[in-house]
Each structure stands twice: as C-alpha cells, then as structure tokens.
C-alpha cells in the first residue's frame, strides 16, 4: 500500500508571508498532482508533475518533484487571503485505471 | 474543457430511504470514475473505482450492497446510497479520469448528503 504524508496538516500565516507544503513517501510515484478546495466544493487540479526534479511555476504557487520521484513540494510566496483552502497533493502510481493517494491534506488559513 | 458535473449538490433524506447521486464528465469521455468520501477537514477517502462496462472495485471497508455503483456510459456514473442512516451522512465527491492525461482525475462539485 502507497501511503503519502503530507505536512503540515494546518497553517496559518499573515499575509504576505512564505509558506512550503511537503508530500513525502517511500514509493515511487509515476506522477504527483496538486489540488486546492475550498470548503463545500470539489478540489480544483493545479498542476501535475511527472519528471523528477521537475519544477512548475503557476505565479505565486512552485511546485517541485524530487528526483526520485517519492516527495513533492509547494511553496506559496506572498500568501494572499484568496490562497486559504485545503490543498492536497495525490500522488499516481500508474496503473491502468490510474487510482490516486492522496496525502492528509494541508489546512491553509491566510489572515489579512 | 475537464469539466465534471454532479448531482443533486445537495440533498436530505429520511433513514432508510436510498438516494442517487449522478456523475457526469461533460467535455471528455472517462472509462474510469472514482467516488469518495469526505469528512470536514480532511482529505478524501477512496470509496470505490467505477468501470464503465463492468463491476466497480470497492475499497476495504466500504459495502458494495449498501454503495451501488453503476458506470453506464463514458460519461455517467451512479453511486446509490441504499437505506441511508444518519452515519452515511458526509460530503461524496467524485472524479472523473482523462484517459488523454497523467493519471489526472477532474473532480465534481460533490454532494452533501444529511439522512435524517
């Protein structure tokens, strides 16, 4: 069995400050999705990484996949208060109906 | 484009009763869905992979009589919540596989289900 660990499970911060999210796992995952919800909706896919060592940039928002592909990374500069939500890493483990671990969740709390 | 549709977003019912919850990609066809469950504050819970065509696979711990799950079409999945009680009451989410991207799954909006 897969088992992602995500951390840290809450965090609250001033705006404008820096926040990092980390996934970690001793398995090898063929991909590793991030997703933000918000409360009373569905989680919203922000970006998937396949190549270890690969990095993405979506403005604010840096998403890293180590190189043996077994942790993941998001790091928030500048949070904003639009930034609070659940976030969500999942990693892929690339089987043919493509199932999804997902880590505990990251409770994300921006004040203004 | 990646759009998943769910349905009712909401929904209240008496204990004992059944209620269905519809699942629709809207803009691509998914061989694969998923549906899971959520409890406030925390991550989703795998209930059950949704094969269009053939039998769902359920999760440990999750009863296939009481969670019926119907993929009838590339687009449409069921899950049936039979003889609801108040502790099946919870936030069912369901995703819907791109076959064209890396095991990306596009979520529905969810249901809250409250059973009375």
């Known amino acids: 069995t897969q088992l992602l660990e995500q951390s840290p499970q809450f965090l609250s911060i001033q705006e404008g400050e820096n926040l990092t999210v980390y996934c970690n796992s001793s398995s090898v995952f063929s991909s590793l999705q991030w997703y933000r919800q918000e409360p009373g909706e569905g989680p919203v896919l922000l970006v998937t990484v396949v190549t270890g060592g690969e990095v993405k940039k979506l403005k604010r928002l840096t998403f890293q996949f180590g190189d043996a592909r077994k942790d993941s990374s998001l790091h928030i500069t500048a949070a904003q208060p639009g930034d609070t939500g659940l976030y969500l890493c999942?990693?892929?483990?690339?089987?043919?109906?493509?199932?999804?671990?997902f880590g505990q969740g990251t409770i994300l709390t921006v004040h203004p | 484009g990646a759009v998943v549709s769910q349905h009712p977003s909401w929904v209240i019912c008496k204990s004992g009763t059944s209620v269905k919850i519809e699942c629709r990609s809207l803009?691509?066809?998914?061989?694969?869905m998923f549906w899971y469950r959520q409890f406030p504050k925390q991550s989703l819970m795998l209930m059950a992979t949704?094969?269009?065509?053939?039998?769902?696979?359920?999760e440990q711990g999750v009863e296939k009589d009481k969670f019926l799950i119907n993929h009838a079409s590339l687009t449409l999945s069921t899950l049936t919540v039979t003889s609801a009680h108040p502790e099946d009451s919870s936030f069912y989410i369901c995703s819907a596989r791109d076959l064209g991207r890396w095991n990306e799954q596009f979520f529905g909006p969810g249901t809250r289900l409250t059973v009375l």
């Open positions: 803009d691509f066809q998914a061989t694969t």
């Open positions: 949704s094969n269009e065509g053939s039998k769902a696979t359920y």
């Open positions: 999942a990693g892929g483990s690339g089987t043919s109906y493509g199932k999804l671990t």
